[in-house]
């Protein structure tokens, strides 16, 4: 088992910056990968970025350029700096770890911060 608890999200206005944190315990060294994804109301819960165990990051189109997910393995946390930020970002923001399949190949999610940007 693994448990995430985000923090971090509150409101902001457009144009500003949060930065989001989940702490990982538990099985931590069965993750191979770390993520945030967010819900927005009446919407499926999408990816915003990933980093695997060696720090490679992939990021959603729409979140390029402006989000930057980072994990320090010593404290067991990930991070999710963001900036510039607009409207269409408020959601749900979730963190995620998926485990190799070696030891069963599941997804664990924290319960989500809310996060509301202002126009």
């Known amino acids: 088992q693994v448990q995430l608890v985000e923090s971090g999200g509150g409101l902001v206005q457009a144009g500003g910056s949060l930065r989001l944190s989940c702490a990982a315990s538990?099985?931590?060294?069965?993750?191979?990968?770390f993520g945030w994804y967010r819900q927005a109301p009446g919407n499926q819960r999408d990816l915003v970025a990933t980093?695997?165990?060696?720090?490679?990051?992939t990021y959603a189109d729409s979140v390029k350029g402006r989000f930057t997910i980072s994990r320090n393995n010593v404290a067991n946390t990930l991070y999710l700096q963001m900036t510039s930020l607009k409207p269409e970002d408020t959601a749900v923001y979730y963190c995620?770890?998926?485990?190799?399949?070696?030891?069963?190949?599941?997804?664990?999610w924290g319960q989500g911060t809310q996060v509301t940007v202002s126009s």
């Open positions: 980093v695997t165990e060696d720090g490679d990051a």
């Open positions: 538990g099985n931590t060294f069965t993750v191979i990968a």
């Open positions: 995620s770890a998926i485990q190799t399949p070696t030891w069963g190949g599941r997804v664990f």
